[in-house]
């Protein structure tokens, strides 16, 4: 018979005295995989804002192991019992492997590193990591540092491992090689929580399946008989079930030679080699990177011109050298940052002024045209409703703050456009808004450069699909070789 490990009934819990999960009730058994899908990221951020132990319960109970938690225990409860592994490492990067798993399950007060040499020795080796005990953390691959992070877990003795979005910054090949080691820490004892988006894993790997949608459970099933076509129709608002990998958006391919907006011709940067590849008006380009690295070495063409070392980029057919993003920007190339609802945006400013703010590069004196003012109010009264102009985004939520985000650019008509994981945000109506107005720009004759290190994301949207590895590039096939 199973024993309950973790509960929650009628729970309620805030994000800046805002009410964000208003009614959920879950059971967690010993050694279960739970799954969790949300309908929107502030649903998962307060969830595991939570599970980190950062705030307490507005209202509902909390049982641990049969025993009710008082609140204003919740907090330290959930500390000492949970562990919480994401995107963000939360290994010590000043201290070798051996000493992160140790030093805090180590009661004694004195540090022992030949003692924790041999503990961390036998714990790695049961566990199949190959990874030497004194290898210093900031050394460690991500999939090394989560299969560390999972070790250090359970030598803590804690009771729960909650897993976000894993799909979001682990390779395929990689998910597998964690997925062997949480069995093996199943069957020590542990349970897992895993949040996550409608992604393979969350069906596959799970036992139990939670739905949360406008902040309350909807229920909780078994993932063999959840339909998940179904289930992405609902939580995305979609009156057709579509799969998620197969959504498509936006034109067929028609740029011709004479219609190419722009051009990398054999560039060479200190860590990419012989990239080429055009991109015509109305055009995506999907470039996936193997090495998240290399994403940066790409950003880095626009913000220093001088890091190519050899070949040409040409936007419409002519040679372009420039310095810095300033230049670029002249020249028709908008850059988007990953999550641009987040870091592309002035919070404390109104829509419109957000919209405006893009255009005064191209229209001197803008703020004193009323003309070109107006057409900014008709098109956020186009795009987001009737009275949204003057408002201040702080107050609005992050779909629209997306469609904010991207909107401006259809407004400022860039020649390019180059998106940084545009797909990276596990909020299912974030991911629509972003296809919803990819498919405006294109219409409107802007190219799109999708830089994606997610291989599932290149799935996302129609258009070429370029493969980078190591700085070369390299055909689907030869992404991983085994």
């Known amino acids: 018979m199973k024993k309950e490990l973790f509960a929650l009934e009628e729970a309620a819990f805030k994000e800046n005295d805002k009410e964000v999960?208003?009614?959920?009730?879950?059971?967690?058994?010993?050694?279960?995989?739970?799954?969790?899908?949300?309908?929107?990221?502030?649903?998962?951020?307060?969830?595991?804002?939570?599970?980190?132990?950062?705030?307490?319960?507005?209202?509902?109970?909390?049982?641990?192991?049969?025993?009710?938690?008082?609140?204003?225990?919740?907090?330290?409860?959930?500390?000492?019992?949970?562990?919480?592994?994401?995107?963000?490492?939360?290994?010590?990067?000043?201290?070798?492997?051996?000493?992160?798993?140790?030093?805090?399950?180590?009661?004694?007060?004195?540090?022992?590193?030949?003692?924790?040499?041999?503990?961390?020795?036998?714990?790695?080796?049961?566990?199949?990591?190959?990874?030497?005990?004194?290898?210093?953390?900031?050394?460690?691959?991500?999939?090394?540092?989560?299969?560390?992070?999972?070790?250090?877990?359970?030598?803590?003795?804690?009771?729960?491992?909650?897993?976000?979005?894993?799909?979001?910054?682990?390779?395929?090949?990689?998910?597998?090689?964690?997925?062997?080691?949480?069995?093996?820490?199943?069957?020590?004892?542990?349970?897992?929580?895993?949040?996550?988006?409608?992604?393979?894993?969350?069906?596959?790997?799970?036992?139990?399946?939670?739905?949360?949608?406008?902040?309350?459970?909807?229920?909780?099933?078994?993932?063999?008989?959840?339909?998940?076509?179904?289930?992405?129709?609902?939580?995305?608002?979609?009156?057709?079930?579509?799969?998620?990998?197969?959504?498509?958006?936006?034109?067929?391919?028609?740029?011709?030679?004479?219609?190419?907006?722009?051009?990398?011709?054999?560039?060479?940067?200190?860590?990419?080699?012989?990239?080429?590849?055009?991109?015509?008006?109305?055009?995506?380009?999907?470039?996936?990177?193997?090495?998240?690295?290399?994403?940066?070495d790409f950003r880095e063409i626009f913000m220093d011109g001088s890091r190519i070392t050899s070949g040409a980029v040409y936007v419409e057919e002519r040679p372009v050298r420039c310095r810095n993003i300033r230049e670029w920007r002249r020249r028709g190339l908008r850059y988007s940052a990953e999550m641009p609802y987040k870091s592309m945006l002035i919070r404390d400013m109104t829509v419109v002024d957000n919209f405006m703010l893009e255009l005064a590069?191209?229209?001197?004196?803008?703020w004193l045209l009323p003309r070109y003012k107006r057409s900014v109010y008709q098109y956020i009264d186009s795009i987001l409703g009737e009275g949204m102009a003057n408002r201040k985004l702080r107050n609005l939520s992050p779909d629209v703050l997306q469609k904010i985000g991207l909107g401006k650019y259809y407004l400022a008509a860039p020649k390019v456009l180059i998106c940084e994981n545009p797909f990276q945000e596990v909020d299912l109506h974030i991911r629509e808004v972003t296809l919803e107005m990819f498919a405006k720009l294109r219409e409107r004759g802007i190219a799109i450069i999708a830089l994606i290190t997610n291989l599932s994301d290149m799935n996302l949207m129609e258009g070429s699909n370029i493969y980078i590895r190591n700085g070369d590039s390299v055909e689907e096939s030869e992404i991983y070789p085994l």
């Not at 390779?171 to 080691?181: D, G, S």
């Not at 590069?361 to 803008?366: A, D, I, S, T």
């Open 21 to 296: 999960i208003r009614g959920l009730t879950m059971h967690l058994y010993e050694k279960d995989i739970y799954g969790i899908i949300c309908d929107s990221i502030d649903e998962r951020d307060a969830l595991l804002n939570f599970f980190k132990g950062r705030c307490e319960l507005s209202r509902g109970r909390m049982r641990l192991r049969h025993n009710l938690v008082k609140n204003g225990n919740v907090s330290q409860s959930l500390g000492r019992e949970f562990a919480v592994i994401e995107k963000k490492s939360k290994l010590l990067t000043s201290l070798s492997v051996m000493e992160n798993i140790c030093i805090f399950a180590d009661r004694d007060n004195i540090v022992r590193k030949r003692k924790y040499y041999g503990m961390t020795r036998k714990y790695l080796e049961y566990f199949d990591i190959a990874v030497p005990p004194d290898k210093p953390v900031q050394s460690l691959s991500v999939k090394e540092r989560v299969a560390v992070e999972l070790v250090k877990s359970y030598v803590e003795n804690k009771s729960v491992i909650v897993l976000a979005d894993l799909t979001g910054f682990l390779q395929e090949n990689e998910l597998i090689q964690i997925y062997r080691l949480l069995l093996k820490l199943q069957q020590k004892g542990q349970s897992f929580i895993l949040m996550e988006t409608l992604d393979d894993i969350v069906f596959s790997w799970t036992n139990q399946l939670l739905i949360i949608k406008n902040g309350k459970n909807l229920g909780c099933f078994e993932p063999a008989f959840v339909d998940r076509q179904t289930l992405y129709a609902f939580l995305s608002g979609r009156q057709e079930a579509e799969r998620p990998r197969e959504v498509r958006h936006g034109l067929e391919r028609k740029a011709g030679t004479d219609d190419r907006v722009f051009r990398m011709e054999k560039v060479c940067t200190p860590n990419l080699k012989n990239l080429s590849f055009s991109a015509g008006r109305g055009e995506v380009v999907k470039i996936f990177f193997a090495n998240a690295g290399n994403v940066e």
């Open 361 to 366: 590069e191209k229209v001197r004196f803008l």
